[in-house]
């Protein structure tokens, strides 16, 4: 009994954030920001309330610890770096720059494909849903008054893509979350998500070909040709794509991409080494986004670390336990992620959770039923991206149908993306040996 009451911590979370989320469907972003933060102060407290006094130890101490764990530290700063290069991005141009160069490159018959990869490929090199949607959702929105696309269909191509790149992506918050929980390098889980994405992307790509007549009448803008400061601009998203494909340390990377990014917007003079510097405060503090994440991030591994060190997980699954097979634990693995994503809305929040349960169960598995942690890993980041492009009320899903002035329900029919990669991805853990 002393053990399941060390978990209701996380389950008076869970019951409080769903609550919200579905009874309180309309309101603003920013105060179910709050209220999430808030429930999150509240389940801690209780944690360190009903957490078994140790000898010569505070308890808050613990909590403190958990919240300092070199993973926790590393994620948080990485969240920082990315809100700062997203800013820098928008400010020199460079989003605009990749914008046209994606219109100037897209023929009117590859249009939709088209779309959906240059978007794809970006939201790869930001590590970013958020970032990919909010940079090419407006353009979607003007394109959708230049043809006869429905705004759902651009939008739902828009979401998708961009959970492709949150997804794909090795400096995304759920990559660093999934590989760095269950001791993977990022290579090694890209190396099976690329399989499973490149399936689903074919068959997204050909549903919009197939599907979706092209519009051969569409010119997006007289064609100028690409000038040489656009391809200078867009060097820090190909700098960042292409160092880490060479195992450079996703903090340093990221440095990097915010000093090039700088150092081409002084050179160009769209802007000065006062507006650079002050991108280091702006960025995650116009981002408030980032900021709740990093916070979350904080608090639920603080209560997480209470949880570990109560030692209940370990009694109760001792329990419990039972040896799966292969097929088994990545199905329970899959689902586990999928159901706590839907509940929290904060997929980098569902991988944390699940990450040590899952690896507590890889460990009680015979050693050749065992999958590769890489490949649990890329399970994990894809059964936690899926519901964020899918579910109505998760951020991802609000910020694209609030752009474009339509109802997040509009988007599920046009949501291709999310369900090829759910079918592959089951097809692969039923059929692969």
Known sequence: MKDFLQLT????????YSFVNFTMPDISYEIKNGLTLAFAFLSSFYAILIFPKKENTNKISFFLKGMGQESVQCMTLIFFLSSIFSYNLEKTGSIQSAIAIGQELIPASFLLPGLFLTIALFSTALGSSMGGIAAFTPFALELSRLTDYDPALLGGIVVGASMLGDNLSLISDTTIAATTILGQSMKEKFRFNIKLTFFSTLITIAILMFFYPANTDFIIQEKKGIGFQDIILILPYLSILVLAFFNVHVIALLFFGNLMSGGIGLFFGKITLIEFLSSFFLGPMGNSGIIHVIFLVLIISGMAFLIQESKSIE????????????????????????????????NTLAILMSGPIVKKWHESADEQERPKLGRL????????????????????????????????????????????????????????R
């Open 9 to 16: 911590p996380l389950l008076v979370f869970i019951l409080l």
């Open 315 to 346: 009694n109760i699954t001792s329990r419990f336990l039972v040896k799966m097979k292969r097929r088994e634990l990545e199905l329970s693995s899959a689902l586990l992620v999928f159901v706590l994503d839907l509940f929290l809305a904060v």
């Open 377 to 432: 890993a890329s399970i994990l980041d894809i059964f936690s991206c899926i519901p964020q492009g899918l579910a109505p009320y998760m951020p991802q899903m609000l910020l694209c149908s609030t752009l474009l002035g339509i109802n997040p329900t509009d988007l599920l029919a046009h949501s291709h993306y999310q369900y090829s990669l759910a079918v592959v991805t089951l097809v692969s853990i039923f059929f692969s």
